[in-house]
């Protein structure tokens, strides 16, 4: 690690802040896309267009194998071996293929480059801009599914399925699609969750009382509310403000920036008891403040964390945390906006969920 920039932990994974937008969403942002056509409700299968993104070549061909026994047309499924060839096909197939039909994306998680999640992530982005003509039906198969749908609430995916798949889970999704298609039933997706810096709560917990007011000040500037922050200079009081924000606004994110690296463990094991008791409602975005922030990443403790922050930190960083932490907010399908609550939409929410049924009992 460069001491003098900041950088992401490995509490969670997380899509990066990039420099540059990638050039195929930068294509579509700036390109006039038509109006879209009327939808063809009698959905073939044979007349899908599907962007199937994954790196390991066998796993992708037993994949295709299983949506031609679907019904799939092998010249409608296009292959990527990242996030970013996904992107590619998208930008592509906005005016060509079968566009009165659904577009299927397949996703792996893992992959170089880009991953499955910032590719969701930039998708659903795409969507909200209305920069697509056609928008996709995601989908992600992987071999970590039960984390994204267990500590990821499923992210930007209408449907987690397992690595590798088979002819029964892609004819639930070809249910779900449909239903999607023709009635707009689907799950409310990360992505459109909102995020503003002045809707932070944020935690400063630090023994060293200039250090914890530096932090606080820094992120002030950066656009948190004062009157939003807690402060906490031992660890009980932490473990307190912490328990009292379980309570709170869950469509708010929650930040600790944490100076004392002691109390990182309690942090966890805080929140893994009160997910076992089901009064956890909001999970931390935890970002280490230390001025020992080099010296912690080379060590186990870089797990407890989401975000490092340089020894001496500039509002930059600032910037490249709150960003990273609107990337992490963006990605994970958790809190009340997500579960239908203050939703008028008369969608039934258990659409999307069988799937994830069929997956528990395997």
């Known amino acids: 690690m460069d001491p003098q920039q900041p950088a992401a932990g490995h509490c969670a994974d997380v899509p990066p802040v990039r420099q540059r937008t990638p050039s195929p969403v930068r294509q579509l942002q700036t390109m006039q896309q038509p109006p879209p056509l009327a939808r063809d409700l009698d959905v073939s299968v044979a007349n899908i267009d599907v962007i199937y993104a994954e790196d390991e070549e066998v796993f992708r061909e037993t994949a295709i194998l299983e949506l031609l026994k679907v019904g799939f047309v092998r010249s409608n499924i296009h292959e990527a071996d990242d996030g970013l060839g996904a992107l590619e096909h998208l930008a592509r197939l906005q005016g060509e293929g079968h566009i009165t039909m659904p577009l299927l994306v397949l ?43 267990v500590d990821e609430g499923k992210g930007n995916f209408q449907v987690v399925l397992p690595k590798p798949i088979n002819k029964h889970f892609l004819d639930e999704v070809m249910d779900l699609l449909r239903r999607w298609w023709t009635m707009g039933h689907g799950r409310q997706l990360s992505a459109w969750k909102h995020f503003d810096p002045n809707m932070l709560d944020v935690i400063a917990a630090d023994c060293e009382p200039v250090c914890r007011l530096a932090a606080v000040a820094a992120f002030t500037r950066g656009g948190v509310n004062a009157s939003s922050v807690l402060e906490a200079d031992d660890e009980d009081e932490l473990l307190e403000s912490l328990a009292e924000c379980q309570k709170g606004d ?24 009160a997910k076992l008791s089901s009064a956890a409602r909001r999970e931390p975005f935890v970002v280490c403040t230390s001025v020992d922030s080099e010296r912690i990443m080379a060590t186990a403790a870089v797990d407890h964390f989401h975000a490092f922050l340089p020894k001496t930190f500039s509002q930059a960083d600032v910037k490249w945390c709150l960003e990273f932490c609107r990337l992490w907010w963006q990605s994970r399908g958790d809190g009340p906006e997500l579960d239908g609550v203050g939703d008028e939409d008369d969608s039934d929410p258990d659409d999307c969920e069988s799937v994830a049924s069929v997956i528990s009992d395997m």
């Open 250 to 273: 869950a469509r708010r994110p929650l930040v600790i920036l944490l100076g004392t690296v002691g109390w990182a463990q309690r942090i966890r094991s805080y929140m893994d008891d």
């Open 107 to 149: 996703l792996d998680v893992r992959m170089p480059g880009m991953d499955g999640r910032e590719c969701a992530l930039q998708i659903q982005e795409l969507v909200k801009k209305r920069s697509l003509r056609r928008e996709p039906f995601v989908v992600c198969i992987s071999s970590i599914h039960r984390q994204v749908i």
